[in-house]
């Protein structure tokens, strides 16, 4: 994602009205985000749907992450040779 321009990328929501397909072109084609004001506060956030996708796979790549380290001290976890015992009773069922 890039460096919010707070003189180019923090709209008032009238502004996005009046201006939103040109808004919109810009934003998928230059992936950056824009901050919609209403009454002077941020109110939303207009991202390219490929920005808003590797937000996603990245959020969920980090849990899974965290999980694995959770895992590991929670002392979840086998060894290779106990792996591939798991894996072939699992293969022979098939």
């Known amino acids: 994602m890039s460096t919010i321009q707070i003189s180019e990328d923090i709209l008032p929501l ?29 109110a939303a956030v207009v991202l390219s749907p490929s920005e808003f996708d590797r937000l996603n796979t990245q959020s969920r790549f980090l849990s899974a992450v965290q999980q694995g380290l959770d895992d590991v001290q929670a002392g979840r976890v086998i060894d290779d040779d106990m792996l591939d015992v798991v894996l072939e009773g699992k293969i022979a069922k098939l």
């Open 14 to 42: 009238g502004q996005f009205k009046i201006q939103a397909s040109a808004l919109l072109k810009s934003i998928n084609s230059s992936n950056r985000s824009i901050i919609i004001t209403q009454n002077g506060k941020p």
